[in-house]
């Protein structure tokens, strides 16, 4: 009797024992380790062992290393599905939490902006700056002409299909995801009705996007944009060169800047100046305003010219006669603010 009293009281020692060991194993994964802890970033590198995992937040004292950290992920069936990628962590976060966090994938997400009117060697410089990819991956992407047909450029180039936007990207994703979102939201903003316009005017989307990055390229003033399409519609119309001298800058290679009589002789299907038509393709991502202008120019426009009256508005005309006077007097106007 003596000895089963012994092995009873033995076994409740035991009990109590695990019973403690449990709920103090409990505590420390569901307790923060400072709850005045400040948030530091964590990499997960892809493959990365739980273990190696903890040992770094251990080390970094984000965790107790007295959590079970890897023996709770494992008995909660999560130990599998940790994602990699980076993560904005605290010792203000339980372990539990943590693990939560990184099973749901709950990524530091990295904003980008891409302007209207930028092309895109710029556009790729700015999400290799911002997103620490080489631009070489980048360029491996846009130059493989499958993945280009895959998205529907039939085009050989990606300049005017990468839709400016704010972009939210998580550390970790490939040249080639975030170009497939940028190209993929651009298609989205091709709704029927936008398609179906098109082909009342006779155009397919790339030649709307190629006219919509001229229009795009030729003013920052909103309400000239179906005007200036108006004009370039009227030149189509009637079989004449189109004369937009942002084309001739982006063939030239010197966008942005000012043209000169050379370069108005730029051997190249994008100049405009040479070649009638509209060029090959887009010469910079046009903005959503420029796509709607391109399918909807001024209603029984009858310009036919334009030209920059140093304001960054535009003088529009129907004569080459009341052209010239326009080009006289802007020419006068520059004269007169460089004195």
Known sequence: MKSIRIFGAILTIGILFLATMFVYGWWVLHRPLDPAGER?????QSGESL???RTRLVSEEIISPQAAWVHWARLMG?????KSGRYELSAAMSPVQILSVMVRGDVVLEQVTIPEGWIAENIIRRLSA????????FESAIGDTAWLSSHGISY???EGYLFQETYLFARGISAEEILTEMVELGRSRATPSYRGRAAELGLSWHNVLTL???VEAETAVPEERSRISAVYHNRLRKGWLMQADPTVAYAAGRTGEVLTSKDLEVDSPYNTYIYKGLPPGPICSPGGRSIEAALYPVEGCLDMYFVARGDGAHTFSRTLIQHNEARRLAKQRKIKEEK
Do not use: Y
């Not at 999560?78 to 940790?82: E, N």
């Not at 911002?130 to 991956?137: C, F, Q, R, V």
């Open 156 to 158: 050989q180039a990606i």
């Open 212 to 214: 919509a990055s001229i």
């Open 78 to 82: 999560k130990d599998r599905f940790v």
């Open 51 to 53: 273990e190696s995992i």
């Open 40 to 44: 530091s970033f964590v990499e997960i």
């Open 130 to 137: 911002d997103l620490d990819i080489p631009i070489a991956n």
